[in-house]
């Protein structure tokens, strides 16, 4: 059975979390991917948080289905291999300071006269022009310049930060959707282009419902914590035995409110009509919350998340990390999976694939070491002889 994006040849150029994650899925949907390293080191996150087994999972779950290959590109010897490695290849995606590859003579300009149908792809912080394209970022950078941290938390709280990390991972996705707009757009002109997404503006794109909020209630509106609109419920409410961690979300809109009644079976909620309403419900709320939550709080957030869930009640037990990893689930649709990587004491869990084709199901295949495949991708690609890969070792090329 063929993948989706077979025949597709990526060299991957970045480090860290947002580059990683767009390779990562384009290798899932059957990309071939070409993590470039340098030799000796390779990719900073490999050592990112390491421990006393082997490579950090942080590189770990950011490069799964890729295959590795060093190259010294400070080296004429280096550039030359590039130089042959780009002109067989489809994409490049990386994600280093501006201006970096220019200065070895790697920049775009260069590579699509070696290769005019080359996406060139590019992840910065602020972008490659306007005011801000000088400065560095990281995930709560983006977060905070993107708006997404003043519109989370608490009213009498701070800006807060998002932990899933909507900046890295969030523009990783952003930019695989820009290069397979970019491929698509190559099929019918023949031409590559080049194709950037900054971080603050992948932030920004999925800030719009609070931007949409901004104009549609008239300026900046103050953080709401958990509460979701003027539904009610629509908040979390804590469940049993009372952990950090024991709490549904209910979600009810109006047309959900019969369903919730019949099961929560409290006769107050039938016939009280300071709850016979949508807005009634929203003015009636401090009166409303304590009746759901006596009830919430006599079960487990995963029996409350059932009871409602089979009434046709959006409701979600909070999950923390150790149950998303055992989510039956999540287990289910091959979300988590059990990885095996050389060096390390045992398997390790990572997410799956979350774009699901029926023709082309993804399969997770174990991150590759430093340089593992370098002797047999410059054997195919830029036809090197084992004496002349043993010289280019000896030189420090590869």
């Given at each position: ?8 040849r ?21 990309a ?92 910065k ?55 397979l ?59 049993a ?33 300071r ?6 419900r ?33 409701c ?21 999976v ?25 399969e ?29 070792q ?5």
């Open positions: 059975m063929t993948s989706a994006l077979d025949g597709i990526i060299i991957d150029m970045t480090h860290n979390q947002a580059g990683p994650a767009c390779t990562q899925v384009l290798a899932w949907l059957g071939e991917v070409i993590k470039l390293e340098a030799p000796e080191k390779g990719d900073v996150a490999r050592a990112n948080m390491a421990d006393d087994r082997g490579e950090s999972l942080f590189f770990l779950v950011l490069n799964a289905n890729k295959r590795s290959l060093t190259l010294n590109l400070k080296t004429d010897g280096g550039k030359a291999l590039f130089k042959k490695l780009t002109a067989r290849s489809d994409v490049l995606v990386e994600n280093f300071s501006p201006g970096a590859l220019d200065r070895l003579g790697l920049g775009y300009g260069v590579l699509k006269e070696i290769n005019p149908r080359l996406v060139y792809a590019t992840v912080g602020f972008g490659t022009y306007g005011p801000y394209s000088g400065f560095k970022s990281f995930e709560p950078i983006a977060q905070a310049m993107g708006g997404a941290m003043c519109v989370t938390g608490w009213p009498d709280g701070p800006p807060t930060l998002l932990w899933p990390a909507i900046g890295d991972s969030g523009t990783g996705m952003h930019l695989a959707i820009g290069i707009a970019a491929l698509q757009q190559r099929h019918r002109t023949g031409r590559g282009q080049h194709v950037e997404v900054s971080m603050q503006d992948a932030v920004a794109n999925l800030l719009r419902i609070s931007l949409r909020d901004h104009q549609r209630l008239g300026g900046v509106q103050p953080r709401t914590g958990n509460q979701l609109g003027r539904t009610v419920p629509g908040s979390t409410y804590p469940c035995p009372g952990g950090p961690n024991d709490y549904v979300f209910i979600f009810a809109q109006a047309r959900m409110w019969p369903a919730l009644v019949e099961v929560l079976d409290v006769e107050e909620l039938r016939s009280d009509p709850f016979a309403t949508l807005e009634a929203w003015e009636n709320r401090g009166a409303l919350n304590p009746i759901i939550e006596g009830w919430t709080r006599q079960r487990t957030k995963h029996e409350v998340m059932r009871l409602l869930g089979a009434a046709g009640v959006p979600g037990a909070c999950q923390d990390t150790a149950e998303v990893l055992a989510d039956p689930h999540l287990a289910a649709r091959d979300m988590i059990e990885v095996d990587y050389p060096g390390r004491d045992g398997t390790y869990r990572t997410v799956g694939c979350p774009v699901k084709l029926s023709d082309s199901p993804a997770v295949v174990r991150p590759p070491t430093l340089g593992e495949h370098t002797g047999d991708l410059l054997a195919e690609l830029c036809g090197v002889a084992p004496e002349e890969l043993a010289r280019l000896a030189d420090g090329v590869v």
